[in-house]
Structures are given as structure tokens and as C-alpha cells.
């Protein structure tokens, strides 16, 4: 099995910055760690899941939504097996639940992600 534990979600005012992470754990990823790709996507209230970033084991290995380039830059820590987005010039539309994902292939689509973490709140006010 693969776990994720995200952390790192709260409250900021629009312009501001939050880090998230993403632990994953398990005899499946930790098995082959090199083979998983770690994704991030959001929920906002009455929308549907979008892609936020994706990263692979290799830093050159990266992902980003048109929506968040420029914003927010994704980074792993292999020896730990945690990915950070870094969340930056936040706007109340990033309001949404985030969500980290794993899977074995770099991609947008939510449909090549096998593994979820149970999600954590990020709130921008105006």
C-alpha cells in the first residue's frame, strides 16, 4: 500500500505564502520510491478536482497548471519521501482542499494517480 499525509494548510491573506507537504509511506512505495511520481490537485467548493503540480524523482522531472506557474514551485525530498509545494502571491481563487497524489507516471489527469491523501484546507481571504 502507499500513504500520503498532507500538512501544512490554513488560513493566509491573498498575497501571502503556505508550504505544503506530502509524506508518503508504505511497503509499495517504499519498495521502488524512484518509480512514483507525487502530484498535487485541489478541490474549490461546487468545482471539480484540477491539477495543481507533479514532480518525479528527478528534479528536472516537474509539472504545473497554467494557473499556478510563476506562483508556486514543487520540490522533493527523496530521503524523505515528502514533496513541498511552495504556495507564493496566494489568491482567494487557490482557495480550495488539496490533495496529494501518487503515481507512476508524470501527469495532469487525475486518472493516473493511484494513491490519495486525504486532503488538507487552504483558505486565501481578500
Known amino acids: 500500500q502507499v500513504q500520503l499525509v498532507e500538512s501544512g494548510g490554513g488560513l493566509v491573506q491573498a498575497g501571502g505564502s503556505l508550504r505544503l507537504s506530502c509524506a508518503a509511506s508504505?511497503?509499495?512505495?517504499?519498495?521502488?520510491?524512484?518509480?512514483?511520481?507525487l502530484g498535487w490537485f485541489r478541490q474549490a467548493p461546487g468545482k471539480e478536482r484540477e491539477f495543481v503540480a507533479a514532480?518525479?524523482?528527478?528534479?528536472?522531472?516537474?509539472q504545473y497548471a497554467d494557473s499556478v506557474k510563476g506562483r508556486f514551485t514543487i520540490s522533493r525530498d527523496n530521503a524523505k519521501n515528502t514533496v513541498y509545494p511552495q504556495m507564493n502571491s496566494l489568491k482567494p481563487e487557490d482557495t480550495a482542499v488539496y490533495y496529494c497524489a501518487a503515481g507512476s507516471r508524470l501527469s495532469g489527469s487525475s486518472r493516473s494517480y493511484d494513491y490519495w491523501g486525504q486532503g488538507t484546507q487552504v483558505t486565501v481571504s481578500s
Open positions: 508504505g511497503r509499495i512505495f517504499s519498495s521502488y520510491a524512484m518509480g512514483w511520481f
Open positions: 514532480i518525479g524523482w528527478s528534479d528536472t522531472m516537474k
